[in-house]
Nanobody, 124 residues
Framework: QVPLIESGGGLVQAGGSLRLSCLAS????????MGWFRQAPGKEREFVAG????????YVKDSVKGRFIISRDNAKNTMYLRMNSLKPEDTAVYSC?????????????????WGQGTQVTVSS
């Protein structure tokens, strides 16, 4: 059983918006910090945004700051990534991940559960 399931990816023109969702079970969501990562073809996976268990602390990488917003609804075991003003360089497979603690972290090795990813393609 896949612990995390992403949805909301797709093809969008530059300047457009998408909202990604990450649905988890209570076991893989409750009490855990969550994060979004992305991997473009030929590139290493990179951290995009993270959020603490309470949602009170968030962090987004500089290249998406002001365009991407991370949030979570703990009652629905769901995390979101709102992506605005998308650019072709945002094209990648986006994956969500869960830590085994409630504290936010920006490194992939700190995450325990992973989804399979959703493709985001931004055309110019």
């Amino acid at each position: 059983q896949v612990p995390l399931i992403e949805s909301g990816g797709g093809l969008v023109q530059a300047g457009g918006s998408l909202r990604l969702s990450c649905l988890a079970s209570e076991r893989t969501f409750s009490g855990r910090a969550m994060g979004w990562f992305r991997q473009a073809p030929g590139k290493e996976r990179e951290f995009v945004a993270g959020i603490s268990w309470s949602g009170g602390l968030t962090y987004v990488k500089d290249s998406v700051k002001g365009r991407f917003i991370i949030s979570r609804d703990n009652a629905k075991n769901t995390m979101y990534l709102r992506m605005n003003s998308l650019k072709p360089e945002d094209t990648a497979v986006y994956s969500c991940a869960a830590r085994d603690t409630g504290a936010l972290d920006t490194t992939g090795d700190a995450y325990y559960y992973w989804g399979q990813g959703t493709q985001v393609t931004v055309s110019s």
